[in-house]
Nanobody
């Protein structure tokens, strides 16, 4: 059994930065995905990283502003968010999968989900 715990969310003004963390307990060689969701909108894949950290992806909406990384020694995947915009406001979730999905992320089931951490960016 794997548990994912997100942290680092909060309120920030536009242009500010936050660093989200996803800490995994148990088996750690999972591929990790960061999603975000706002009421009335579909869940959006923000960034993903494979189990070793050799492959990473950022959505166009966050490219150049968000960076995903992992430290397997600490069982942690981080999402560094810079130059935040009001439209980044959402609940951010990390998810784990034993299978690496490199596209069409909404089509797949994920093995584990965290509880989410809320990010609010004020204009």
């Amino acid at each position: 059994q794997v548990q994912l715990v997100e942290s680092g969310g909060g309120s920030v003004q536009a242009g500010g930065s936050l660093r989200l963390s996803c800490v995994a307990s148990g088996r750690t060689n999972y591929n990790i995905y960061w999603f975000r969701q706002t009421p009335g909108k579909e869940r959006e894949l923000v960034a993903a990283i494979n189990w070793s950290g050799s492959w990473a992806f950022s959505a166009d909406s966050v490219k150049g502003r968000f960076t995903i990384s992992r430290d397997n020694a600490k069982n942690t995947v981080s999402l560094q968010m810079k130059s935040l915009k009001a439209e980044d406001t959402a609940v951010y979730y990390c998810a784990a999968s034993g299978v690496l999905h490199t596209s069409s992320w909404d089509r797949y089931e994920y093995d584990y989900w965290g509880q989410g951490t809320k990010v609010t960016v004020s204009p």
